[in-house]
């Protein structure tokens, strides 16, 4: 019995797998079209995947972190049928509490100092999530558009922040960043690549991943997260109330996306510098979409955005194609994906209503 169960759920995961190859095949084939239309050779696309997942690999590790991490927090309260698109509101807020405690630690900190960085994150994340579940509960506010409108609220307090309370005195330069971070509390580079942007902020969206897996399959809160997305009138005939999900699930997810401005912050930045998010929680839907909501096929996902947002930047070093273009094929790419995932749901929803 526990045996067949494992073959299922392997098979199932062979599946989606398959899937998500296939998806992202077709993306690829659209955007060479457009390319051929466009002028450019169609083969500029394989060059840039190509050198973002060989010669780049590095690259593409740096990316792949925030990629993952952005949709795990999604996939949370996405779960609950809670749409969290305040994200990138989230992670500015984690880089300005990581900067913050970074700055009042001293200069020789230690591996504590690092945690207390990261919790510091996670804490403020978590903390502004909360701000429109809250509205939400009591002044039945749309959840969607005060978290989408939070967003503006975090990029502008980093400016604020980056530009005015923490900027480096020292530095007479255009950029608004604050002071850098202590170099004993910067995250760590992976050994394996030199000095590259691969750092090990990839192992803490591993571990996240998993964890996030865990507690939805093995855990109370999980089971009750994902009930109450599915059947509200049955989690809460059973007891299970919404109200206290939904608050866990956002907290969750701002922690999350907090972590990601920690990592960004601690091992890319190195500073706090004003509008340092290229949308990252925008990816971060299509991301989760792709993985089907599932915790770890969003490993799978996270790291081809990672090598997508990688070969952006290879086909703009190595190739004639301007900037403009290449945002268009990640474009093309993300809405095609986006596409076929809502066909996808429409026709499940057929399904059940046919039944």
């Known amino acids: 019995m526990e045996s067949s169960l494992w073959r299922k759920r392997i098979e199932g995961a ?7 190859l296939c998806m992202m095949l077709v993306a690829i084939m659209i955007v060479m079209g457009f390319l051929a239309v466009s002028g450019y050779s169609p083969f500029i696309v394989w060059e840039g995947l190509g050198r973002a997942f060989t010669r780049d ?20 309260p996405f779960k609950a049928q809670v749409y969290n698109l305040g994200v990138d509101g989230q992670i500015y807020l984690g880089a300005i509490a990581a900067t913050a405690v970074a700055l009042a630690l001293p200069s020789d900190g230690s591996l504590a100092g690092l945690i207390l960085v990261f919790a510091a994150a996670a804490l403020a994340g978590a903390a502004f ?65 030199g000095n590259s942007s691969a750092n090990v902020g990839i192992y803490i969206a591993l571990v996240i991943a998993l964890f996030v897996s865990f507690l939805f399959f093995k855990t109370t809160l999980g089971y009750e997260i994902k009930l109450v997305g599915s059947n509200a009138g049955f989690a809460r005939y059973g007891g299970i109330r919404s109200s206290k999900v939904l608050l866990k699930a956002m907290a969750l997810s701002g922690a999350v996306a907090g972590i990601i401005g920690a990592i960004e912050v601690t091992a890319t930045q190195h500073r706090l510098v004003a509008a340092f998010n290229p949308d990252i929680g925008f990816d971060g839907i299509v991301v989760a979409l792709l993985a089907n909501n599932n915790p770890l096929g969003v490993l799978i996902s996270g790291f081809f955005f990672g090598g997508l947002k990688n070969s952006g930047n290879v086909m703009e070093r190595v190739t004639e194609v301007p900037n403009i273009v290449t945002q268009i094929i990640m474009a093309i790419i993300i809405l095609t994906i ?18």
Do not use: H
Request: proline share 5%; with cysteine.
């Open 338 to 355: 986006s596409a076929n995932v809502t066909v996808r749901r429409r026709k499940r929803k057929k399904e059940a209503l046919s039944k």
């Open 129 to 193: 999530a909360m701000i429109p579940a809250i509205l939400n509960l009591y002044c039945n506010t749309d959840i969607v558009v005060t978290t989408l409108l939070l967003n503006f609220v975090g990029e502008y307090l980093t400016e604020f922040m980056a530009a005015e309370v923490m900027r480096d005195p020292e530095k007479l330069t255009q950029v608004n960043a604050s002071r850098t971070l202590p170099e004993s509390l910067w995250l760590p580079k992976l050994a394996a690549f």
């Open 57 to 76: 690999l590095a690259g593409t590790i740096r990316w792949a972190a925030p990629m993952i991490l952005s949709g795990v927090a999604i996939c949370i």
């Open 14 to 20: 062979v599946r989606a797998i398959g899937r998500q």
